[in-house]
């Protein structure tokens, strides 16, 4: 019997690219990325964690709703937290680095989200992409109330924004260590979990 759970969330799949970059797309990245990590959330916890995926690795989600749905499935899960991953995208093709994001207010959104923030700069396998002031809020990030897995869900919740996509050097680096990028998130929720 796990002691946690995690509701994940990959930001887009099905008909839904999210973002795209010279022929790459935001899903396949958040797919892959995900992927890795449902795999090292239950290594690094020997168990421990249990791993609810409210946007199935093979998601068709499309619809209007489909982002409030996913918030509702975090809601019936019971979840602990929960944890989006995306990769960033802007019009200047120079930002770069990564952003984890958390509702004002949400005590434990924000330990979540610097943990996890902590783990991607430092960690073993942390320091693959630039680092950007953080963790910071929605309103922070210019994005007003935007995001419905922060808003609308009832556990503590942490938005990773892995690199831009618009960034070429971002790019690579996502492309070559989606592992080692899921190595860091876990790390970060782990430690959230165990209070390191
Ligand atoms: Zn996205």
């Known amino acids: 019997m796990s002691k946690y759970t995690v509701a994940l969330d990959f930001g887009h799949g099905g008909a839904d690219p999210g973002a795209m970059w010279m022929g790459v797309r935001e899903s396949w990245l958040v797919r892959e990325i995900g992927r890795h990590l449902v795999h090292h959330l239950t290594i690094i916890s020997q168990g421990e964690i249990s791993v609810v995926c409210v946007?199935?690795?093979?998601n068709e989600f499309a619809g209007k709703d489909s982002l409030s749905h996913r918030a509702m499935l975090v809601n019936s899960s019971k979840a602990d937290i929960v944890v989006s991953v995306h990769i960033n995208a802007a019009t200047n093709p120079r930002a770069s680095g990564f952003e984890v994001i958390y509702c004002p207010g949400s005590r434990k959104g924000l330990i979540l989200a610097d943990q996890i923030h902590e783990a991607l700069d430092t960690g073993d396998n942390g320091n693959i992409l630039p680092r950007r002031p953080g963790p910071i809020t929605d309103i922070q990030c210019g994005r007003g109330f935007g995001f419905t897995m922060l808003r609308k869900t009832r556990p503590p919740a942490a938005i990773v924004e892995?690199?831009?996509?618009?960034?070429?050097?971002?790019?690579v680096e996502i492309v070559e260590n989606c592992s080692n990028i899921s190595t860091c998130i876990a790390v970060g929720i782990w430690n959230y979990f165990t209070g390191d």
Do not use: K
């Not at 946007?55 to 093979?58: I, K, Q, V």
């Not at 892995?162 to 790019?171: H, K, L, S």
């Open 55 to 58: 946007a199935p690795l093979d």
């Open 162 to 171: 892995a690199g831009f996509i618009t960034n070429d050097r971002d790019q």
